[in-house]
């Protein structure tokens, strides 16, 4: 059934201490999901946060980190699986705000049908930040004509020793690995799946947790089974 679903999470890494935070979107297709989570991370700590997007009809997952303490880390990934008329809206800000962090973040998306994917991610390196380290990647592939997909990388910097990227793409599935798998006899459906695990499977892959990761796996497995079912 339709409902709106509002959570909202408070993260403070203590010193030298590390948090894996791996949340999962999954509601109703007429649901509306709004999410908001702040991260603090002290002195020497880590937070590391995994995002799975495939349930609402419209969702926001929207996180800010500020690394408040030197040698501080944090690696936000995430994965998005959409069909039909589905809305997903990516928003992260990541805040350098002392000397000699690192920040790392990877959101891969799959759209299908007529849905809609938007990404907006900032670096903000603050002026005392020497010495930051920060990479940011969107990589997004369309499955239909229907689909779309929109993302706006921004690098804010305000200090001089620094290394920081980003990088956005958006593209079909490769024709050239499609040939491949065809001309050895593997169907087109099957084909198609076959990559769509090995472009979600580069970041689940990196989860830890043997249990959690399995859980993962099964949830792109049933989104494939799906796929092009939802209108």
Request: charged letters at 25%; a negative charge; aromatic letters at 6%.
């Amino acid at each position: 059934g339709a409902y709106w679903a509002n959570p909202v999470s408070e993260v403070e890494v203590g010193e030298a201490a590390t948090v894996r935070h791996i949340k999962v979107q999954a509601d109703s297709l007429a649901a509306t999901h709004l999410a908001y989570t702040r991260v603090i991370v002290a002195t020497a700590g880590r937070y590391d946060s995994f995002v799975m997007t495939t349930g609402a009809a419209l969702s926001r997952s929207e996180i800010d980190v500020v690394l408040d303490g030197e040698d501080a880390k944090c690696r936000l990934n995430g994965v998005y699986m959409l069909q039909g008329s589905q809305h997903s809206d990516i928003s992260t800000t990541i805040d350098h705000a002392k000397p000699r962090c690192d920040s790392d973040e990877t959101y891969k998306g799959v759209l299908d049908g007529n849905s809609r994917g938007i990404f907006q991610g900032k670096i903000h390196v603050a002026p005392d930040a020497q010495q930051t380290n920060g990479n940011q990647l969107s990589r997004a592939i369309l499955l239909s004509d229907g689909a779309e997909m929109n993302a706006k990388p921004e690098l804010e910097i305000y200090a001089d020793d620094v290394k920081c990227s980003h990088g956005a793409t958006t593209g079909e599935l490769d024709d050239d690995s499609m040939f491949y798998l065809r001309a050895r006899g593997i169907p087109e459906d099957t084909a198609r799946h076959l990559l769509i695990r090995a472009f979600i499977g580069e970041i689940v892959d990196e989860i830890e947790t043997p249990g959690t990761r399995n859980y993962l796996e099964k949830l792109v497995e049933n989104w494939l089974e799906r796929e092009g079912d939802i209108q």
